[in-house]
């Protein structure tokens, strides 16, 4: 995962009495308080996960993937470590990602290809985006790609079960990059969707974070209002005070792409977000973005 930043130019340019009184805010000015009330940016980001997570919680996920290592397990190991290396890719040498945990989840991989598809599917992106430089060793073969899509379809062609389809779209966009994807959802099909989401929205937190994140990473328009954002936050401090710290983690991640101005799964397979930090009031000219890779 590659991460970009550039710099932000904050200089202020004074011209005239006119744009002082305005830089001032001086018609915000409360006389009877003598305070100048400064009005809340609507571009502040909802969410910034960098910022969220303190070194104490990094220090309670680092615990709990050694927990995960000595147990074997590696279910726990590679839901946590996924997370924490997506929000701290410099980071990575401290996750400890050697040859035992290679070869721990390589044998849950191949379990569970025959016993539990699902999660063989999911266990394989998140070994393919932990580990980039072996994937080929993941030993994918088109036969696990036609399985894909006949799982994609059978979801596609069964009453209430297109959400499935999303994620399928997602799985098969970053282990297949080089294949070609003739496979799309219908208006009609994305309105199943949409009906599904706004059903979680209400009464399913885990899965409305969930199925939205893959909705975006489809480049489908998916809005959160602060009612959203806070009933979020509520589930991750939950997450904290719990010390569920795998769940704590992939929270913070899934709530990071929600953030972000673009999402998405580049022709290479990788995962990339496009984050702009908020505007203030006294900089000239926009921020630039940070582009983020996994």
């Not at 400064?38 to 919680?57: G, W």
Request: aromatic letters at 12%; glycine letters at 4%; charged letters at 30%.
């Amino acid at each position: 995962m590659a991460r970009r930043e550039i710099g932000e130019d904050t200089n202020l340019n004074y011209m005239g009495t006119e744009s002082l009184s305005s830089f001032l805010h001086l018609d915000r000015l409360d006389i009877g308080r003598l305070t100048i009330e400064n009005p809340k940016s609507e571009k502040e980001l909802p969410f910034d996960a960098r910022e969220e997570i303190t070194q104490e919680d990094w220090d309670k996920m680092i615990e709990a993937l050694d927990t995960h290592r000595q147990g074997k397990n590696w279910l726990g190991f590679i839901y946590l470590a996924r997370a924490m290396l997506f929000v701290f890719p410099e980071r990575r040498d401290e996750l400890n990602l050697d040859e035992q945990v290679w070869k721990g989840m390589k044998q849950e991989l191949e379990y569970n290809k025959i016993q539990h598809y699902f999660r063989f599917v999911s266990h394989a992106v998140d070994m393919w985006q932990l580990f980039p430089n072996r994937q080929s060793e993941l030993d994918l073969t088109d036969q696990d790609f036609e399985k894909m899509k006949q799982t994609f379809e059978e979801f596609y062609n069964t009453e209430n079960a297109k959400n499935s389809c999303a994620f399928y779209l997602i799985f098969m966009k970053t282990l297949f990059p080089n294949q070609s994807l003739d496979l799309g959802l219908t208006d009609q099909a994305w309105k199943e969707i949409d009906d599904c989401l706004e059903r979680y929205r209400s009464n399913d937190q885990i899965r409305f974070c969930e199925l939205a994140v893959k909705m975006k990473l489809l480049q489908r328009d998916v809005k959160l209002d602060d009612q959203d954002w806070g009933a979020l936050r509520q589930m991750l401090e939950k997450n904290r005070t719990e010390n569920s710290w795998g769940n704590f983690a992939y929270h913070s991640m899934e709530m990071q792409i929600l953030a972000a101005d673009e999402a998405m799964i580049t022709p290479q397979g990788e995962l990339e977000i496009v984050m702009r930090k908020p505007k203030d009031f006294n900089q000239p000219k926009p921020p630039m973005p940070v582009v983020r890779k996994f």
